[in-house]
């Protein structure tokens, strides 16, 4: 629902908000926030609130450390594990410099340019977010081990699946924040679990996504438990995939090949901004997570599947992507190369038939591969002219260093 200032005003005071918090993200997509009092909200809406860019990773350094927070009124949310009477609300922010210009490395507002980009050409793009992570034993001092919860495998029930309480705890906490949760199973690791979310447009699937990685945090913690999205947190075991299902409005289906076309032609200069950490290519290619710049129908061996699904609910889904990505930037990165495809008429390659895991060499003849270390990531990035056209160079380079 589209809140306007005055409206949010007269909530906080109606239904006894005392703290608000002002919610935004570093370069890396992790959640930061300051807390207002009511009184502070108005100049929090006029004038912005000040924050210390220097000490917030890719944001500055000492010499120009003063930006500004802006409430965006429409991403009001109480926060359900706060206390009823003197309630919590958060609301996500864009970002100024001191004359009002939007801060060049804020994602959000990136992602809100890719968006009015698609517009201009006709076409909005709809996310779905499907986010695995581990649950972990705390030691007596109350520190994460890497001990799992249980030792449930694919969509068991309980007794095996230990996790399925906090699971609820986890759906139940989004819906009250007005997060939509499609569905939640336990995966195929020790302690490792998915929950799916229903369609929704770029923006604000952006926005749940750095939502639910600090919803699932709280609610693990306060069960005794930590939560770990990181890619590859066990060996020899599955690795934990941000898999993101992505359609388009305003065009045919020949549009949607077309955008799958230009997503495929664009991976490789992507994934250092889908997959940023060096633990992130110790997951590719291994436990159904994509090696290959391939796509198919119905095949969880691929780079890119078309799921069966019909009507509204038609999309592909992108498995390389991880946790550690910044939902932000990985959305924004999407919709300007799955433009490029539609507007430049790039075809989509020849389907893949066959299991990429235990294919023969003859059957990977001519398929290429996604950067397989971060530093081939790094060195595709630097040398893109496509990441170039839409991000700001100093941003490119600071995703580049070692």
Known sequence: MKYTPQEVMQYIEEEDVKFIRLAFCDVHGKPKNISIMPQELERAFRYGIAVDASAIAGFGDEVHSDLFLHPDPATIAVLPWRPEHGRVVRMMCSITDLDGNRFAHDTRSILKCAIADAAKAGYTFSFGSELEFYLFKLDENGEPTNVPYD?????????????????????????????????????????????????SDALSAADHAVTFCTVVKTIAARNGLHADFSPKPLDRRPGSGFHINISVNGGDEIAAQRMMGGILSKIQDMTLFLNPTEESYRRLGEHKAPKYISWSTDNRSMLIRVPAAAGEYRRFELRSPDCTANPYLAFALLIWAGLDGILNNIALPEKSNVNLYTASPKDLWGLETLPLTRSNAAKAALSSVFLKSHLPESLINYFCEP
Do not use: T, W
């Not at 699946?161 to 939509?180: F, H, P, T, Y």
């Open 151 to 199: 030792h449930a495998s694919y969509m068991d029930v309980a007794p095996e699946d230990k996790c399925e309480n906090v699971r609820r705890e986890i759906c139940l906490a989004l819906e009250r924040m007005g997060i939509q949760p499609e569905s939640s199973h336990h995966e195929e690791g020790p302690g490792q679990n998915e929950i799916d979310f229903r369609y």
